[in-house]
Nanobody, 121 residues
């Protein structure tokens, strides 16, 4: 079965950097979409970034463009989110997700990681 295991996150001061990673296992296809979402209390879930594991132009939300970078390592089957110039408003629980395609990523039936907290103060 599909498993997504996240690591990284933590607490950092505004302007700092953090890196998140999410290792996928058991996905039935070699080419699939992985991405990152975030949610903070009282706010809607926001799609932050996604990329096809077989290669594509990564998607980055306007709110993080220029500050976050998303990448995928085929050898490790792991997606990374490098976060720089962090802002207080980036504080949220970050979740990785996987699906057959990036269109509509995050829908019911897609696969999710357990979530990791990012706190910027």
């Amino acid at each position: 079965h599909v498993q997504l295991v996240e690591s990284g996150g933590g607490s950092v001061q505004a302007g700092g950097s953090l890196n998140l990673s999410c290792a996928a296992s058991g996905y039935p296809y070699n080419c699939f979409c992985m991405g990152w979402f975030r949610q903070s209390p009282g706010k809607e879930r926001e799609g932050v970034a996604n990329v096809l594991t077989c290669g594509s132009t990564p998607y980055l939300a306007d709110s993080v463009k220029g500050r976050f970078t998303v990448s995928f390592d085929n050898a490790k089957n792991t997606i990374y989110l490098q976060m720089k110039s962090l802002k207080v408003e980036d504080t949220a629980t970050y979740y990785c997700a996987a699906a057959d395609e990036c269109y509509g990523l995050g829908k019911v039936g897609d696969f999710w990681g357990q979530g990791t907290q990012v706190t910027v103060s």
